[in-house]
Nanobody, 120 residues
Framework: QVQLVESGGGLVQPGGSLRLSCAVS????????MGWYRQARGKQRELVAT???????AYADSVKSRCTISRDNAKNTIYLHCDSLEPEDTAVYFC??????????????WGQGTQVTVSS
């Protein structure tokens, strides 16, 4: 069984910063790409950033200049650091992971989400 647990959300003032973490635990063979997504109230879930096992990042245009995704393969953890937050960044942030199980099958797993609210 594979679990993803996000942490680091909360209330942030406009112009402030956030740092989220997502740790993968359980029984698996390897983790391929991981990513951060977000879903604002009344909107569809959207991509924020992804990172490959080889540390190659990709970003949504809306966050490209403000956010950095990073990864620690030894800890099975990814991070998201964003600066210059705007009220439009308010959303539930989810992480996901493309996991290779010991059965040689691949599955996508999601965390439960962490709320980020940007407000004064």
């Amino acid at each position: 069984q594979v679990q993803l647990v996000e942490s680091g959300g909360g209330l942030v003032q406009p112009g402030g910063s956030l740092r989220l973490s997502c740790a993968v635990s359980g029984t698996f063979s390897s983790i391929y790409a991981m990513g951060w997504y977000r879903q604002a109230r009344g909107k569809q879930r959207e991509l924020v950033a992804t990172i490959t096992r080889g540390y190659s990042p990709a970003y949504a245009d809306s966050v490209k200049s403000r956010c950095t995704i990073s990864r620690d393969n030894a800890k099975n953890t990814i991070y998201l650091h964003c600066d210059s937050l705007e009220p439009e960044d308010t959303a539930v942030y989810f992480c996901n992971a493309d996991v290779l199980l010991h059965s040689a099958t691949k599955s996508i797993y999601w965390g439960q989400g962490t709320q980020v609210t940007v407000s004064s």
